[in-house]
């Protein structure tokens, strides 16, 4: 009756494991596809999002090239009819100009003797100065109707020339030097008023591209994406990389796009729509393409977005890949108890459950690390584009009212950066603050870093530059400030360190805003306002970004203007770095690991606990390992300034357990050495159930700080 009773235990154990093993691994497979859904659906919706800002911008952009090509044709047909005299052109010229607000110039140039029998070459360009005003010059300065040479240094003769030959065309694009500003030049011939079907000249139309730029930035295409604009030959009329604009092809071997980009810029100016994914040359991520042809200039529209903006967030990816690694170790370790459960020998398939759900233990904590490590979390209100600043301070102006709010564009650029202790950190580099001609003189220049540490913060300035529409000053910084980071998830953890800027002015109404025309490149993972050759031992910088923080509205500072109005937010400078793993895993983990491994050793010897003299020297043992456990665990707190328990703690606190539970048994294998839990086949429980509690009890741990614990 035994016999059959234990076989029908066993079966029902068998049936269990069975049906356990079914429901995780059913379980696995219906959480990978609501996994794979959600992030089909997050896809889906960024997709249909960038499409419609692609259409729209697209067309917004082709509306202003066709603007300015309409105003060609018009003063094209003018002329023609007569309905323009020649003598009136410039006059004409100048009215056009002064009502295309995003139209930098308009030129009459004519064939040999058009304008005057007796004047064999005349030209009318008005233009706008950098200033904003209009000037005009009249004349000839050089032989425009010479064929084109390939000389650098010979007049360029083929806006003219060609245009006159082949028909109206849109120039590539030029940095005009004088008006400070990239063009595209739109040029068309025009027929002799007498009807004689031969050019009498071209008129030109130049678009500044600073509108194009403009649109752009209004793009919401998450804090890695961004937009640029090619010419028909693949020139860049727009690009984040200002360097590159006009001088540099979407097409040059050195532009770093794959081929597979290139060919779909190709198809883009043939008047295709094109969609692909492939490697971002500004990043090196993984991004998509979205292509659009412009086709009154024959040029086109790219939408570069980062694919980590088409997933869902981070914390929620890491919690979704985390429940299917759970769910599949599970199914894992059932499936190795239910074969264990079917071998004869015992021992042997024990000791295989228990390396299976230690090593399952082991494997799961390090993709947890390598999920964290690969993630990016996105960062609260960073300031990428010109939408982003303008939002802010559209809310702002309306709480403000009638007042008078002065906006001082401000720059960081941080040419060193060092961790002194564990609370501060010492910066030094440049500050840089354009006040325009609208703001009085009576409002002082300047600003203040909080948080200061120490007697003085150096801030010397260096320059003071006069520009057409106002001053910008740029000052030299070298400060430390007290900064405040969590070292919860240490050796894993993050340190945001915090630049808050304020205004020097104290009683008028000035909001610093970032000077985002300062930077080449303004996506956080290009670490704009960082000098490329700013390093810190054991950390790495990932992101810097510019962003708006509620101010400190608890006091006045005794000011009657400032008690009456709501604090302008403050603008931040912020620099997120992570700390390089491989120290600390060498001087803390190792140990750690190695004081496990040693206790682990203990248990496994064949040496019998049977008196008072051996209990001495296995507690002597224990206290030596106690000993050295808590002098790293000392020095671990110290290095890190921890007020709480952080991360890598949570395996001396372990090994603190472990040691007691060890010292525990050695008194009950003295004292009570028939204990079945500790005499069963030679103490083979603990050696069972160590490893398997150790990394199940980390694991939990690694579960509650990264995953489910909040940040």
Not at 127 to 147: C, H, K, M, V
Not at 542 to 556: G, Y
Not at 649 to 660: F, G, P, R, S
Request: net charge negative; aromatic share 10%; proline share 5%.
């Amino acid at each position: 009756m035994i016999i059959i009773s234990t076989n029908r235990s066993r079966r029902r154990v068998r049936v269990i494991l069975v049906l356990s093993f079914l429901v995780m691994l059913l379980l696995t497979l219906l959480l990978t596809g609501r996994h794979l859904q959600s992030r089909s659906a997050t896809a889906a919706g960024v997709l249909a999002f960038v499409r419609q800002d692609l259409r729209e911008s697209a067309s917004s952009i082709d509306v202003a090239f066709a603007r300015a090509q309409a105003l060609g044709d018009l003063l094209a047909t003018d002329l023609a009819s007569g309905a323009l005299p020649y003598a009136d052109s410039c006059t004409r010229l100048r009215a056009e100009l002064a009502a295309a607000s995003d139209v930098n110039g308009l030129a009459i140039t004519f064939e040999p003797y058009a304008y005057d029998p007796s004047l064999r070459l005349y030209q009318c360009y008005v233009f706008r100065t950098p200033s904003g005003a209009i000037d005009e010059l009249r004349g000839a300065t050089y032989d425009y109707t010479r064929p084109p040479v390939d000389d650098p240094g010979a007049p360029q003769t083929a806006w003219y020339y060609n245009t006159i030959r082949t028909g109206a065309n849109w120039s590539a694009p030029f940095l005009a030097t004088g008006a400070g500003k990239v063009l595209i030049e739109y040029a068309r011939p025009f027929l002799h008023r007498d009807g004689r079907q031969t050019p009498a000249g071209v008129v030109t139309a130049d678009l500044s591209l600073q509108e194009v730029r403009a649109l752009l930035s209004r793009l919401d295409l998450g804090t890695q994406g961004y937009g640029f604009v090619i010419g028909r030959d693949g020139t860049f009329l727009d690009y984040p990389d200002r360097t590159l604009v006009a001088r540099s092809s979407i097409f040059d071997p050195e532009s770093g796009f794959d081929p597979e980009v290139q060919a779909a810029a190709r198809r883009a100016l043939a008047g295709e729509t094109v969609e692909l994914r492939n490697l971002d040359a500004l990043s090196e991520r993984d991004a998509w393409f979205f292509f659009a042809p412009l086709p009154t200039s024959g040029s086109a529209l790219v939408l570069v977005v980062d694919a980590s903006d088409l997933q869902p967030p981070a914390d929620q990816i890491l919690r979704e890949l985390t429940g299917i690694a759970l769910a599949a170790a599970a199914s894992l370790v059932l499936g190795l108890a239910l074969w264990s459960s079917v071998r004869q020998q015992r021992a042997g398939a024990a000791w295989g459950v228990a390396i299976g759900f230690t090593l399952s233990c082991l494997a799961l904590i390090g993709l947890i690390w390598y999920l964290d490590a690969r993630l990016a979390r996105a960062v609260d209100g960073a300031l990428t584009t010109r939408a982003g600043v303008e939002r802010v301070l559209e809310l702002y102006l309306r709480e403000a009212g009638s007042d008078a709010v002065y906006a001082v564009p401000t720059g960081v650029q941080l040419t060193a950066v060092q961790f002194p202790d564990a609370a501060s950190v010492t910066v030094g580099g440049f500050v840089w603050q354009f006040y325009s001609d609208s703001i009085p003189k009576e409002v002082s220049r300047g600003f203040s870093l909080t948080r200061e540490l120490g007697e003085l913060m150096v801030v010397e300035e260096v320059a003071r530059t006069p520009r057409s529409d106002g001053e910008l000053i740029i000052w030299r910084i070298n400060t430390t400030l007290q900064q405040s980071w969590d070292p919860a998830k240490f050796p894993f953890d993050e340190r945001m360190v915090q630049l808050d800027i304020v205004p020097a002015e104290l009683i008028e109404h000035v909001i610093l805003v970032p000077d985002l025309s300062g930077y080449r490149l303004l996506r956080p993972s290009a670490l704009p306002g960082i000098d490329a050759a700013v390093t810190i031992n054991n950390w790495r910088f990932q992101r810097s970004f510019f962003r708006f923080v509620a101010a400190d509205e608890n006091s006045s500072l005794g000011l009657a203007s400032r008690a009456e109005r709501s604090a302008p937010p403050v603008l931040q400078f912020a620099l997120l770095a992570r700390r390089h793993v491989v120290g600390p895993f060498i001087a803390y983990v190792l140990p750690g690991a190695v004081a496990l491994a040693l206790v682990f050793a203990f248990l496994l010897t064949d040496r019998q606990i049977r008196d008072s003299q051996d209990l001495v020297a296995a507690l002597s043992y224990t206290a030596a390992l106690f000993f050295v456990i808590a002098l790293v665990h000392t020095t671990l707190r110290d290095s890190v300034a921890a007020v709480g328990i952080t991360y890598l703690e949570h395996l001396y606190l372990l090994l603190y357990i472990v040691v007691l539970l060890v010292t525990v048994i050695a008194f009950l294998l003295v004292h009570i050495p028939g204990l079945v839990f500790i005499s069963y086949q030679s103490n083979l429980l603990p050696k069972l159930l160590f490893w398997p509690l150790c990394t199940g009890a980390l694991l939990v741990s690694t579960l509650v700080i990264f995953v489910y614990g909040g940040s």
